[in-house]
């Protein structure tokens, strides 16, 4: 079994060494050495090369999420997992977008932990239940688009009529016994919204109502 060398990062003392000692004595894992903070973990991760980090967010000196971008540039074969009290959903964030595998509570069982570090050494992502529900959140919000009324666009409820059908991949005449009316007053359309829109074609102006929910 492959034995995966681990540095414990914390800057309180009972934490820290309690975390290193439960570890210990977990099958295949090995604590190389703890940090009291970020500055430290990026120096002790240069020079002993752990496998995986566990590492604090909120420390003085230097915090887990700084610490964790240095370590990544510097040593990018360390794989940083954060284990943490915070759940706050900036942390969280700011922690991944910095190159952490994972982020997970202090409340977390040790042989829960264990595992994690186990997945986290082959680039398997770690999330805490509540951590996870927090992104899937904050993901939601952000997928949120305005409504197609409050798009700026200059074209006729017509137009915006012909606009929909195309998304549905109308063609010209299907469009025109839809609306009946002509296939050349549907080409005019067509003309005017490429036009007004500024797109090239039909297939931009299709892709375009999907993408603003003009459908």
Not at 16 to 28: K, M, N, W
Not at 89 to 118: C, F, M, N, W
Not at 136 to 159: F, I, M, Y
């Amino acid at each position: 079994m492959t034995t995966i060398r681990v540095l414990v990062v914390d800057d309180q003392r009972l934490v820290r060494e309690g975390i290193a000692s439960l570890l210990e004595i977990q099958d295949g894992i090995s604590v190389i050495g703890t940090a009291v903070d970020g500055q430290q973990a990026v120096q002790q991760a240069e020079e002993m090369r752990p496998d995986v980090i566990l590492m604090d967010v909120r420390m003085p000196v230097m915090d887990g999420v700084q610490a964790t971008e240095h370590i990544q540039a510097r040593v990018p074969a360390c794989k940083v997992l954060m284990l943490t009290t915070f759940d706050d959903e900036e942390y969280i964030i700011k922690s991944l977008r910095a190159g952490a595998y994972g982020y997970l509570l202090k409340d977390t069982p040790v042989e829960s932990l264990a595992q994690a570090i186990k997945l986290t050494h082959v680039r398997i992502y770690q999330l805490a239940p509540s951590v996870a529900g927090k992104l899937v959140g904050n993901w939601q919000k952000s997928v949120v688009e305005p409504a197609p009324e409050a798009l700026e666009h200059d074209l006729t409820e017509r137009e915006l009529d012909v606009l929909r059908l195309l998304a549905t991949g109308a063609s010209n005449r299907e469009i025109a016994e839809k609306l009946v009316v002509s296939e050349g007053t549907v080409k005019n359309h067509v003309s005017n919204i490429l036009s007004r829109l500024g797109l090239r074609d039909r297939v931009q102006a299709a892709l375009y109502a999907r993408e603003h929910h003009f459908m």
